[in-house]
């Protein structure tokens, strides 16, 4: 096609998504980006242009996209029927690789998004502990539903511990039931689970919020806190899991949780989730191990795909590899400070934050240690920084770098290339 035609077909999708979907997108990413395919790091637009893709899908795509290997396992799955709602061995599979590979896992429940994982996960602790309310921190991202809206992403701050909602449509019941702490204070945390120890289920966290990396002990303390009064702790491990390490962030800051959530990576760009945890927590799952009134119900047309899980292992497979986990961290490393030493002789305020295989910056001469810190971020500054370096070739969220095991010295080398650029653009 030439490129004419292919800018013509873009405007055509963009113009015919805005009369069929509100807003004009499925909700996640600006209706002028309209992507075609993507191959290892790297994606390109129904216009034609090449970005550097440091968006990944939102995360799944850590081996880089249409992986010979993925794709090898899903057409072999595919050609043999894509769903079936009973047991299948690819399923099973997964499930025992991530046991295998999750400090905190002892068994596992599939669902088919992250958002479900969360809503499950929280019922599991309510069902355990046959109390009600959840903690959950301020600025922690725990999918869509009404409890997981609680204080995401706040336009005005509460007080602690009053939940603010982030969207309409939420009854106002749901904030009887919610908890909200500033991440990275152990203190407020330990003096909210004591008080409310007789009615919490459950402290659920991002054990690395957003691109926050927990201060030196957070972890520890919140581990030790909620063992200590009867709380079940979760981990939301949706983006952390198979990321930061195989065994995710468990492994990575060695702190085992009760329960986790996974989604992203486990269903290989596909539609899958799970939850894990202690089989005693697991069993409420399992009307034979715990009767009727402490059932946990919950069932899912597409819940353990096999398409997702053959994704899903082929994924793991690759990551296992000797040198895997390396690579993506050494590519991390290598832009993280690459981005702070252009920013910082650029005499531009910033602080890169995150961990190497996801982080961003910040535009502020605050340190980041919480929800309320991002906020001091110059958010008009970095919605040019990001709009500049789309225009020049990078694909990335509005605030997150997603490293791939697939991103090549040529991505690294044309990446900070375009921040030079865009950098002294800003500076003008
Ligand atoms: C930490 C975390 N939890 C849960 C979710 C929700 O997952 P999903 O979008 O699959 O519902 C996300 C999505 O980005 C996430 O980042």
């Known amino acids: ?93 997964l499930a025992e690789a991530i046991i295998e590979a999750v400090p905190c896992a002892e068994q596992v429940r599939f669902v088919s998004s992250g958002t479900e994982a969360d809503l499950y996960a929280m019922r599991a602790a309510r069902a355990f502990t046959r109390r009600d309310k959840i903690l959950k921190f301020e600025g922690g991202y725990h999918g869509m539903s009404d409890y997981s809206l609680m204080s995401l992403a706040p336009k005005r701050s509460g007080n602690f511990p009053a939940p603010v909602p982030d969207s309409a449509g939420i009854p106002k019941s749901v904030r009887d039931d919610m908890i909200i702490a500033p991440f990275n204070d152990a203190e407020v945390v330990e003096g909210l689970v004591k008080e409310h120890r007789d009615e919490l289920a459950g402290v659920i966290v991002e054990p690395f919020q957003r691109i926050i990396p927990p201060a030196p002990g957070f972890l520890e303390k919140l581990r030790k806190i909620t063992a200590e009064n009867g709380v079940p702790l979760i981990f ?130 605050q340190p980041i240690r919480d929800y309320r810190s991002t906020l001091s971020g110059d958010t008009e500054l970095m919605r040019r920084f990001n709009a500049l370096l789309r225009e020049r070739g990078i694909l990335k969220g509005e605030s997150k770098y997603y490293i791939s095991l697939a991103h090549t010295d040529q991505d690294i080398k ?12 800003l500076k003008q």
């Open 414 to 425: 044309d990446t900070i290339g375009i921040w030079k650029d865009v950098i002294a653009e």
């Open 236 to 365: 939301d491990e949706v983006v952390t899991g198979f990321r930061l390490a195989y065994g995710g962030a468990q492994e990575y800051y060695g702190v085992v949780p009760d329960l986790c959530t996974l989604g992203k990576v486990i269903g290989g760009g596909f539609p899958l989730a799970a939850i894990a945890g202690r089989e005693e927590i697991m069993a409420h799952f399992d009307k034979n191990k715990v009767g009727d009134e402490n059932f946990l119900v919950q069932i899912g047309t597409l819940s353990g795909n096999p398409v997702a899980a053959a994704a899903g292992l082929a994924t793991m497979a690759i990551l296992k590899r000797p040198g895997a986990y390396e690579r993506i961290h050494a590519t991390g490393r290598e832009l993280m400070g690459a981005l702070g030493d252009l920013l910082k002789r650029a005499g531009i305020a910033a602080q890169v934050t995150g961990e190497p295989p996801l982080f961003d910056v910040v535009f502020t001469d």
């Open 1 to 93: 096609m030439d490129p004419v035609s292919e800018s013509e077909v873009e405007r055509g999708l963009v113009e015919k998504a805005k009369r069929v979907l509100p807003g004009g997108t499925f909700g996640n990413f600006p209706s002028e980006v309209v992507i075609r395919e993507g191959r290892g790091g790297r994606v390109w637009d129904e216009g034609g242009r090449e970005y550097v893709d440091f968006l990944l899908g939102s995360g799944p795509m850590l081996v880089g996209h249409a992986h010979p290997e993925v794709t090898a396992a899903v057409h072999e799955r595919i050609a043999r029927g894509t769903t079936f709602f009973a047991n299948n061995r690819w399923g099973i599979e």
